[in-house]
């Protein structure tokens, strides 16, 4: 079964930081490039960041600079470190899989998770 479990979303702090962690199994892990997406209520599901089988990452320019995402092939693991967010930032966030290269469009991912909620609020 191909499972994609996001974890470590919550309630923080505008200025604060969290960690988004992506458990991936089921797929070949070195065949994916895994990133993350958000969709805000209301808005578009929008690409945040993605890491590359080769390790190439692609950032949002929303929060280039301040996330960023990390892969640990070893525990089939994404990372996605998230600094100085900000209101706008909150979001349901979602990992996914994308075959061998990294995508922003939602028609190019294979597999989802089922979200992880950051809020961001003082």
């Known amino acids: 079964q191909v499972q994609l479990v996001e974890s470590g979303g919550g309630l923080v702090q505008p200025g604060g930081s969290l960690t988004l962690s992506c458990s991936v199994s089921g797929i070949h892990f070195d065949y994916y490039a895994i990133g993350w997406f958000r969709q805000a209520p209301g808005k578009e599901r929008e690409g945040v960041a993605c890491v590359s089988l080769g390790l190439t990452t692609d950032y949002a320019d929303s929060v280039a600079g301040r996330f960023t995402i990390t892969r640990d092939n070893a525990k089939k693991t994404v990372y996605l470190l998230m600094n100085s967010l900000k209101p706008e930032d909150a979001a349901l966030y979602y990992c996914?899989?994308?075959?061998?290269?990294?995508?922003?469009?939602?028609?190019?991912?294979?597999?989802w998770g089922k979200g992880t909620p950051v809020s961001v609020s003082s």
């Open positions: 996914s899989a994308s075959p061998h290269r990294c995508a922003f469009a939602v028609g190019r991912v294979d597999y």
